[in-house]
């Protein structure tokens, strides 16, 4: 599972985006993975274990809802090329 959102604002050079990952870990548990910066940039990553599948993915929905609510929105599909 990985959902990434960007927020782009030309009239105020803002071009960031905010990605989040769901990892099984070496422990028996799950991580929420969030990596987050500049677009074309590396930006930081943070991750975050917890004991069950569904704790994990209930952290990602909150921070994913948190993030839309300040402007964020889903990336678009990206286009595939036929040969």
Known sequence: MNITLYRIAP???MARFYSFDLQPNLFGGWSAVRAWGRIGQAGQIHTCPFATH???????????????????????????RSP
Do not use: M, S
């Open 54 to 80: 569904a704790e994990a993915l209930a952290a990602i929905a909150k921070q994913r809802q948190t993030k839309e609510r300040r402007g964020y929105v889903p990336a678009p599909l990206q286009a595939t």
């Open 11 to 13: 009239e105020r050079n």
